[in-house]
């Protein structure tokens, strides 16, 4: 009889140390100066566990098990020392919140479909990514900070999603403060900002961005070259959201290589102070309108574009610019043209005041087509090969 109990008591020792792990992480506080942080994550095989902890702990820390929540307390950091800091592969509703992460090749990664909920999070000092969801990963992201990533602040990439419901930034990334690549990115009622970066935020290669209402707000400032991209088959759709784009030193807003740009229910788009406030070319589509009886929104859908160090706004290359109902172009104080359009552009622009700029307020070159209603301008010029209509009292040549 004897020999069964020592079995017995011999297989409870060696499962003891799991098993006291995630009973200490479920009721306890772990302090990363007496325990392997990674350790207690990789032991958990619960759904639905609570982890909290605190001090500098040492990552790879990887989650594997759904629902999953990790919980800072006091000064809590997952250090990567130059791996990936934290890896969630797979795992549903897992909630990362209240803690910092440093010296990472990335910060934080979701992979192969996982989703996450980032709150209370600062992520900084990463050789390439601040947080990246790749293969088909989604994120809800509130009250998160990116800075000082060597690539990226927060890259979404192959299929991937986030939601924005608290306020995020980005800044001092070497590339973009947001990288939203073949994936999507929904702005609820809250702010994201991609300041001082290289370049701010870039929605690319058929991903989508929406801003769902009249408090979200998109603010990009003092990057270095261009603040706001949308490029490559990208859609950016805004229902009554605001872009705020001053002080990059390229562009304020570009749309590129047959990308689009939707301004409806009042949005408002506003470019002051950068090297050239707005480019639309090479075959994209910018449409702003509002209808308030589909909207419900009064007012103007309105493009402003002032006190730029070039032009205000510029459409080239097969681009079109189409404004209809209560929509608007509001251009003045810069200090090239007001409003170029320039080889094939198509413009239609209704309730528009270009006026007070330092080279000249509208110029119209080599076979752009335009329709030109309610529209209040100063100088203009514009030579044999348009073609043009609308109540502007403009002949070409001029």
Known sequence: MRRPIAVLA?????????????????HGVIDCGRRALRDVVAAVRDVSVTIQFTGTCAGPVVIRADGLTLRGVGQAVIDGHRGDALVVVGASRVVLASFEVRN????????????????????????????????????ILSNVEATDNGFHGLDLQTGSAAVIEGPVTTSGNRVFGVNVNASSLTLG?????????????????NASAFLTG???????????????????????????????????????VSVNSKAGLDLDA?????????????LIQQGSVATVFNNPQFSGAMGFSTIEVRENLRNGLRVQ?????????????????????GLLADNGAGLTLVNSSITGNAVRDLQLTFATRADLQTLSFGTATCDGTV??????GITCPR
């Open 10 to 26: 011999t297989v409870c020792l060696l499962t003891a140390p799991r098993l006291v792990e995630v009973a200490y992480a479920q």
């Open 104 to 139: 990472g090749t990335n910060g934080i990664v979701g992979v192969n479909g996982a989703h996450l909920t980032i709150r209370d999070v600062r992520v900084h000092d990463n050789d390439a990514f601040g947080i990246s969801l790749q293969s088909a990963s989604s994120g």
């Open 189 to 205: 009622r809250t702010s994201l900002s991609a300041i001082r970066n290289t370049l701010g935020v870039q929605v690319a290669t």
């Open 214 to 252: 009249p408090e979200s707000v998109i603010t990009v400032a003092d990057n270095l070259a261009t603040g706001l991209t949308v490029v490559s088959g990208a859609q950016l759709v805004s229902f009554g959201g605001t872009i705020v784009a001053s002080g990059n030193g390229a562009v304020g």
């Open 266 to 278: 009042g949005s408002t788009l506003r470019s002051t102070g950068n090297g050239e406030g707005m």
């Open 317 to 337: 290359t097969g681009a079109t610019l189409t404004l209809s109902n209560q929509a608007r172009v509001i251009s003045t104080q810069n200090l090239g043209t």
């Open 387 to 392: 073609v043009l209509r609308g109540t502007s």
